[in-house]
């Protein structure tokens, strides 16, 4: 599975070769260092961990710098792991960068989604108000909760008012547009979740 990591610097529009007008969100990828590689034999799954983002020295702890130290790689600000088939394809201190995708490929979009805070069942949920009429002290509140006698308690998953966002949230299926390797930019069609500058992860298409 390819995948690298980047960060989302927002949307805009190109077109295509037919003069198709696209609504694209533009992907900053940083370059990702080899920094450890997983086996079946060793710990039971295969994968690749990978370094990326700048960081100053002060900032790294002690056995993390011993980890890029064993290595033999730069101090990264982020470590993350990559299922691969085959580890061996890789080597250590190697750089995965943008290039690894092209245009017209599937690829899966994984981020935190925007914060909306504590929100009420109305604008959460979508629940129905009550009359606005004068006298009426019901307007957007949850309602019933439940029965009084049995079961005479609230169930586990009741949709209520609460935190809503800050979530992990996967947008499957998205075609690459365009990629522009001396920038590090990958061009995905549509939206993607989190905020700009948030730390975002392009990956192959499981389904498709």
Do not use: W
């Not at 070769?17 to 940083?30: A, H, K």
């Not at 949850?142 to 809503?164: D, E, I, N």
């Amino acid at each position: 599975m390819k995948s690298v990591f980047g960060r989302k610097v927002g949307m805009t529009q190109v077109f295509d070769d037919t003069g198709v007008l696209i609504p694209v969100s533009v992907i900053q990828c940083e370059p990702m260092t080899v920094v450890q590689k997983k086996t079946v034999e060793s710990h039971g799954y295969n994968a690749i961990q990978v370094g990326f983002g700048e960081v100053k020295e002060r900032r790294v702890n002690k056995p993390t710098k011993g980890h890029f130290d064993k290595a033999g790689v730069d101090y990264k600000r982020y470590l993350r792991e990559i299922r691969v088939e085959d580890p061996e394809e890789y080597n250590i201190g190697d750089e995965i960068k943008a290039d690894v995708f092209e245009a017209g490929q599937f690829v899966d979009v994984v981020g935190t989604s925007k914060g909306k805070g504590t929100l009420g069942v109305v604008a959460r949920h979508g629940f129905g108000r009550g009359r606005e009429t004068h006298g009426s002290k019901f307007h957007r509140m949850p309602g019933g909760l439940s029965a009084s006698a049995y079961p005479g308690r609230v169930f586990k998953g009741k949709r209520m008012a609460g935190k809503t966002g800050h979530d992990r949230v996967t947008v499957q299926n998205l075609s690459v547009v365009r990629v522009i390797p001396d920038q590090n930019l990958i061009l995905v069609k549509g939206a993607i979740p989190g905020p700009k500058k948030g730390l975002i992860q392009v990956k192959s298409a499981v389904k498709k």
